[in-house]
């Protein structure tokens, strides 16, 4: 196992148990028993990190330490100077360990002398204590060799709460804001003096933006280590057999976006193990393996990323959460006219389960809507495939960074729009009538009025027209896409996306609001929601 | 209750907020468009890089539509994290001390007028702002969810 990427994470667990034992110790010498407890802790905690991470003369050496407190705390062996003196020199000796970790060097060095020491005195031998030369000379040689002042050194690995950096990305948005301003007047300005201030602030403050969010960047990993955990349990309860299998999860995401995905992803995993999997006896009268699998995965979609899970188990059927639908008092010409996607998607409408039983956990229509509103809140999309006895999956898109998207600025009616470029295929300029379908890439986009459908009630003029085409992602996975007809595009944008607050925050065909450099709102369109109602309107 | 107060006469009418809550008055030729607007919702605007909601007051109140063009005076009001603008159309603006409105009878109101002051130059009504903020949001959510 590749434990080098947990090396940072592990030395600064390390050195604070270390200034824990330094101070505990302390204590101890002028008499506090009160201490040992902590002390203990410290070194039981070195010792399993030190374990897991392969360094064997650090986790010998805080055993060995913990064994002697072990002694003191519960037979009663008495703190002698002899004893403290001995634990002080072991603490320098991992100390120099540590510091050999931090260094990439060999841990080469012989930790026996400490260890016999610790051991005697673990047994109430009486050591005499060393004038100068400790045990284990060549790693109190190397603690000495340090430089002067190194045993004040601090970590070059910083712990910082995750709100500084939340913080931080907010100021960077406020500083593109500011940069957006200055943009505009410069572009009205003929001083090359302040072009050339605005260049160098914009690189700075890409540079800083570029930093900060790599520095909030976390692996998948990171959230799904505790899910075969999760799983395991959840099955034992279910009575069932269930495996987990994550592929691709080395991907990173910001880490607010991966912060709000534990939640949906363990409502979706108690779905797929109380409802999706069947029962070993059943699976095995279907010809199935006794055992179920989940499978999640992730892979990067452009700059997304998309996360599915995916069971073997029962599957929905459509038909049966239309009549649900129906039931929960759904509009019957509408359900009726739904696509096997569109019907799917019904099992987050909130109340609405396919599940015939309802478990501790799951099955009580509560969660999918839940689920579906996270993701979106997320800036993600989520979308459900499923075949009747062969499973389901669940498909979630999100982005992987937060707050600043690239955008194309577009003009719609009097208005202006923000569309992510991540979305747009292809932007075309047309001039005359404008057309009711265009070729791309081998097929008819149907194209449609951004203005009338976003509700703007201002007509076309026409001449001069821009199609925006975006991919619709279909069933069957064919691509086919949609033309938005606007009247104008404008310049790319690094736009700082500020998040819909209310009374706005639920607001139809928009997921997010950024302020133009001179004051004025413009919205960041929500592709999927737009993508639904033109569907929606091609349709009738 | 009894705060300095922003007046703002609308149509005969003289409604009051407590300036304890306005965050400012910005002044705009046009009203941004805000996707699902109805009803007395008429835009957004922004205020030191902050979107804000913006309602027509008048709409609100006589369900009387301000004219669309012209200057918006909108009074930016804030509590917590709740934010609205009220626009006043070219409603003029100005002061009522807290000194004044301790020698004047009050009585409860109830919709969006949280009570009315007896003045001497007539009533002063109380404006409930945030049961206004409620129905904006309100509004907003049903236009969202309608298709």
């Known amino acids: 196992m590749d434990t080098s990427k947990y090396k940072a994470l592990y030395l600064q667990e390390t050195n604070t148990h270390l200034s824990g034992i330094e101070a505990g110790l302390l204590e101890l010498e002028k008499g506090s028993l009160s201490e040992v407890d902590n002390l203990f802790r410290h070194y039981h905690s070195i010792k399993g990190m030190s374990a897991s991470m392969g360094y064997e003369p650090l986790k010998v050496l805080s055993h060995a330490e913990e064994d002697l407190l072990d002694r003191i705390r519960s037979k009663g062996l008495e703190p002698s100077p002899g004893i403290i003196t001995t634990l002080f020199e072991c603490l320098d000796a991992l100390k120099a360990l540590v510091r050999l970790v931090e260094e990439d060097k060999p841990l080469d060095l012989d930790v026996s002398p400490f260890i016999s020491r610790l051991k005697a005195l673990s047994e109430g031998k009486q050591t005499p204590i060393p004038a100068q030369a400790p045990p284990g000379a060549p790693v109190a040689a190397q603690a000495q060799a340090a430089p002067a002042g190194a045993e004040l050194r601090i970590s ?18 406020d500083l593109f804001m500011a940069l957006s301003s200055f943009k505009e007047l410069s572009q009205r300005s003929r001083s090359i003096e302040l072009k050339d201030g605005v260049h160098l602030l914009g690189k700075s403050v890409n540079a800083l933006h570029k930093n900060i969010l790599s520095a909030r960047m976390l692996p998948i990993r990171d959230l799904t280590e505790s899910l075969p955990r999760i799983v395991r349990d959840i099955s034992s309860k279910a009575g069932k057999d269930v495996g987990l299998k994550i592929e691709g999860t080395e991907i990173s995401l910001d880490r607010s976006i991966l912060e709000g995905l534990g939640s949906p992803l363990v409502h ?103 689920v579906k509103a996270v993701v979106e809140g997320l800036g993600g999309a989520l979308e459900i495939e499923s075949e009747p006895g062969k499973g389901t999956t669940i498909r979630m898109e999100l ?142 | 209750m009894f705060g300095d107060k922003l007046v703002i006469a609308l149509e005969g009418a003289r409604l009051a907020i407590d300036t304890s809550y306005v965050a400012g008055i910005v002044e705009v030729d046009g009203m941004p468009f805000l996707p699902g607007r109805t009803g007395f919702v008429s835009g957004v605007i922004s205020l030191r890089n902050e979107p804000v909601t913006v309602i027509d007051l008048k709409m609100a109140f006589s369900a009387w539509p301000a004219p669309t063009s012209g200057t918006h005076r909108v009074i930016v009001v804030r509590d917590k994290s709740a934010l609205l603008g009220l626009d006043a159309g070219e409603a003029s603006i100005s002061f009522f001390w807290a000194e004044e409105l301790k020698a004047c009878p009050f009585r409860k109101g109830s919709g969006y007028i949280k009570g009315e002051f007896d003045t001497d130059d007539g009533p002063l009504s109380l404006l409930d702002w945030k049961t206004l903020f409620e129905e904006t949001a309100r509004i907003l959510h049903l236009e969202g969810t309608r298709v």
């Open chain 1, 268 to 370: 979706i995993i108690r779905n797929a193990v109380d409802h999706g999997i069947e029962t070993p006896s059943v699976r095995e009268s279907e010809g199935k393996p006794r055992s179920g699998t989940i499978t999640l995965s992730a892979h990067a979609r452009k700059d997304r990323a998309v996360i599915e899970v995916s069971d073997d188990g029962r599957g929905i059927d459509p038909e049966k959460i239309k009549m649900k639908a129906v039931e929960k008092g759904a509009d019957p010409r509408r359900v009726a006219a739904m696509s096997r996607k569109e019907s799917l998607m019904l099992v987050c409408l909130p109340g609405l389960t396919s599940a015939e039983t309802v478990t501790e956990t799951s099955g009580r229509g509560v969660g999918m809507d839940i």
């Open chain 1, 156 to 173: 070059n690995v910083m712990k910082v709460e995750g709100r500084v950096f939340d913080e931080l990305l907010t100021t960077i948005g």
């Open chain 1, 399 to 540: 982005p992987r960074t937060t707050s600043i998207i690239k955008t194309l600025l577009v003009t719609a009616g009097s208005e202006q729009f923000l569309f992510p470029i991540t979305k747009i295929e292809r932007v075309i300029e047309l001039s005359g009538e404008t057309p009711a379908t265009v070729e791309y890439a081998g097929c008819k986009a149907p194209v449609v009025d951004l203005a009338l459908l976003i509700g703007l009630s201002e007509k076309r003029a026409g001449g001069q027209a821009t199609i925006v085409i975006v991919e619709k992602e279909q069933e069957a996975r064919e691509k086919a896409y949609v033309g938005f007809m606007v009247d104008d595009f404008g310049v790319e944008l690094d736009a700082y996306i500020k998040p819909l607050l209310p009374p706005m925050s639920r607001l139809w065909g928009v997921s997010g609001i950024t302020i133009m450099g001179d004051g004025r709102p413009v919205f960041l369109l929500d592709i999927p929601q737009i993508l639904s109602r033109a569907a929606n309107r091609l349709s009738s």
